[in-house]
């Protein structure tokens, strides 16, 4: 069974940072491009970035509102993608899913950004 | 950036009555690989998204057979035949054939 469990969520203030993490399990990890994507409170669903397996390159892509200030990585060693998110904005408040493949989600955690 | 725009934002449907949703591209969404990237997407209440159609019409793993898409191009539907109760919730149309976009959501509710 496709597990992924998200941590690393909680309040941060306008300007700092934080660091996210995916934790899979139940396919092969490696082989898989790896999104995030987030839902602000009460609204839609919102494609951040995403990296490539390494088969594929590894590279990432961003969403504009986030480019050069997220970063996506993996460590296919410990199947685990990361989100380190700079330089935050209240704009940024919403709950952050990993997702593989755009296929199997996780549970989504919680990031606030607010003074 | 390749836009996808959903209508109706809402809907209210009696059980056992037909749904059906719009998603609309500002590009075609065919690739030169022959598949076209648009797939839909619920979001039952508390819940993370789960898929329903990939490449326009394939119903994914376990997904009832009351929902089909159809489309091409740059038009696209998804149609649930008759709406049960545990269809209630949002749905999204997202294009993967640039870097994803999701459509703003149709939130489907029981009358």
């Known amino acids: 069974e496709v597990q992924l469990v998200e941590s690393g969520g909680g309040l941060v203030k306008p300007g700092g940072s934080l660091r996210l993490s995916c934790a899979a399990s139940?396919?092969?990890?490696?082989?898989?491009?790896m999104s995030w994507v987030r839902q602000a409170p009460g609204k839609g669903l919102e494609w951040v970035g995403r990296i490539k397996s390494k088969a594929d390159g590894g590279t990432t892509d961003y969403a504009a509102p986030v480019k050069g200030r997220f970063t996506i990585s993996r460590d296919d060693s410990k199947n685990t993608l990361y989100l380190q998110m700079n330089s935050l904005k209240t704009e940024d408040t919403a709950v952050y899913y990993c997702?593989?493949?755009?296929?199997?989600w996780g549970q989504g955690t919680l990031v606030t950004v607010s003074s | 950036d390749i836009v996808v725009t959903q209508t109706p934002l809402s809907l209210s449907v009696t059980p056992g009555q037909p749904a059906s949703i719009s998603c609309k591209s500002s590009?075609?969404?065919?690739?030169?690989?022959?598949?076209?990237?648009l797939f839909w997407y619920l979001q039952k209440p508390g819940q993370p998204p789960q898929l329903l159609i990939y490449?326009?019409?394939n119903r994914f793993f376990g997904v009832p057979d009351r929902f089909s898409g159809s489309g091409s191009g740059t038009d696209f539907t998804l149609k649930i035949s008759r709406v049960e109760a545990e269809d209630v919730g949002v749905y999204y149309c997202?294009?993967?054939?640039?870097?994803?976009?999701f459509g703003q959501g149709t939130k489907l509710e029981m009358k």
């Open positions: 997702t593989a493949n755009m296929v199997d």
């Open positions: 139940g396919f092969t990890f490696s082989y898989a491009w």
């Open positions: 997202m294009q993967s054939i640039q870097l994803p976009f």
């Open positions: 590009q075609s969404l065919l690739h030169s690989d022959g598949k076209t990237y």
């Open positions: 490449e326009v019409s």
